[in-house]
């Protein structure tokens, strides 16, 4: 039984939501079958998502979650996902019928082992790409999420900034020494590996990266950058934050 289904409520949010939780974004691909539905905004945790089901050619229905107003916060999401957190993907075909599932990182390997794309099946190549996988959760992003905080908050913490965009640095530059080595981070092929750490990489500045000594790392965020599938992905997420 999924979360929503626990808590007695459809599957789905009505298209236009009171709390103000947007509908569909322009452009989605309704000739095919919408299996997937897909909340998110412009955030580095969510463009992940949207980025492998352009990537797989899948029809999806995006929806906004506006993060800035607390949206996640509110009880109708915590029907999706407890944790008050964003991305969250349905899937109304899973093997034990609608499913949701939580975490970019899950979401990547489910939709990826699903499809039989963006993931190597065994041996060495699969876990070079697990092995990206996990270094992304444990260090880079909450060493960028952290910094992007601390630097950000109202008062200065010279202690946090320092520890956090020191971090942030560190496994910037580690990230470079291994593109130094290979074009894609776990080895030769494009992976899902590449799209968890390109989310972060979009949205460095607010942890305060650039890419002034990491040529390897520059030279590998503009090749997934120029990926139609990547490019629709974040206009499709960038659609999502309201016009000022």
Known sequence: MTLIAA???????PRAHSGGLAGASAGSSFEKTTVYTVYAFATPN???????LEELGLAYDLRGVNVRK????????????????VPVLIDSDGSDGAMTLTESAAILVYLAEKHGQLLPAEGMARARVFEQLFFHASALSPAFGQSGFFRNHAEPMPVAIDRFHGEAKRVTRLLDGVLAQRPYVAGDAYSIADIAHFGWFWRRAFAGIDFAETPNLARWYETVAQRPAVQRAIARVEALVPAA
Do not use: H, T
């Open 7 to 13: 808590a007695g409520l459809p599957w789905r949010w």
């Open 46 to 52: 969510s463009v992940k998502v949207p980025i492998v």
């Open 70 to 85: 607390g949206e996640q916060k509110a009880e109708s999401f915590a029907a999706l996902n407890v944790n008050g957190k």
